[in-house]
Nanobody, 126 residues
Framework: QVQLAESGGGLVQAGGSLRLSCAASGPAFSGSAMGWIRQAPGKERVVVATISGTGRMWRYDASVSGRFTISRDNAKNTATAYLQMNNLKSDDTGVYYC?????????????????WGQGTQVSVSS
């Protein structure tokens, strides 16, 4: 069973930065793609960034491209994913979930994420 645990959320002023972390572990976790998913108040979940199992490929939603950077560190049966968020805007407010898929390919398809963390709140004040 894969377990994911996010940290790093909080309250920040517009234009500020935050760094989210996600620790993934489990006997079956090896080389799976990971993603960060945002759920803004009253809206659907959206994949904002994804990274492949090797960490060599990544993709971003247009709303965060150029401001957010996803990365990961891999170890045997574990990985830690990061989301560096710069120049934050009020529209970035929401709960950020870390998720992992079954396969190694980075994906912007929400339905391909099998394992989910509990989420961490990011609030950006204008």
């Amino acid at each position: 069973q894969v377990q994911l645990a996010e940290s790093g959320g909080g309250l920040v002023q517009a234009g500020g930065s935050l760094r989210l972390s996600c620790a993934a572990s489990g006997p079956a976790f090896s080389g799976s793609a990971m993603g960060w998913i945002r759920q803004a108040p009253g809206k659907e979940r959206v994949v904002v960034a994804t990274i492949s199992g090797t960490g060599r490929m990544w993709r971003y939603d247009a709303s965060v491209s150029g401001r957010f950077t996803i990365s990961r560190d891999n170890a045997k049966n574990t990985a830690t994913a990061y989301l560096q968020m710069n120049n934050l805007k009020s529209d970035d407010t929401g709960v950020y979930y870390c998720a992992a898929s079954e396969g190694p390919l980075a994906t912007m398809n929400l339905n391909e994420y099998t394992y989910w963390g509990q989420g961490t709140q990011v609030s950006v004040s204008s």
